[in-house]
Nanobody
Framework: QVQLVESGGGLVHAGGSLRLSCVAS????????MGWYRQAPGNQRELVAN???????NYADSVKGRFTISRDNDLKTVYLQMNSLQPEDTAVYYC???????????WGQGTQVTVSS
């Protein structure tokens, strides 16, 4: 059973920064594509960024240049550094893992990010 545990959410003023972390309880971390999604009230869950074991990254247009995803395969952790946060970034952020061999996916419980104007 794969468990993803997020941390690092909170309340920040516009223009501020937060760093999210997600630790995966898996035997082999490198077989997962890791990502972050977010869901604001009334909106569908959307991809923020993802990263392969080889550090290939993909970002939503709305966060390019402001957010950086990274991973530490030894610590089995994926990070999301969020800079220049704006009120529209307010959402619950979910850690996501996709097993590359089968495309089975797993979700964390979510962490709230609130950006005040």
């Amino acid at each position: 059973q794969v468990q993803l545990v997020e941390s690092g959410g909170g309340l920040v003023h516009a223009g501020g920064s937060l760093r999210l972390s997600c630790v995966a309880s898996v035997r082999i971390f490198s077989v997962f594509v890791m990502g972050w999604y977010r869901q604001a009230p009334g909106n569908q869950r959307e991809l923020v960024a993802n990263i392969t074991a080889g550090d290939l990254t993909n970002y939503a247009d709305s966060v390019k240049g402001r957010f950086t995803i990274s991973r530490d395969n030894d610590l089995k952790t994926v990070y999301l550094q969020m800079n220049s946060l704006q009120p529209e970034d307010t959402a619950v952020y979910y850690c996501h893992a996709r097993f590359v061999a089968s495309s089975t996916t797993y979700w964390g419980q979510g962490t709230q990010v609130t950006v005040s104007s």
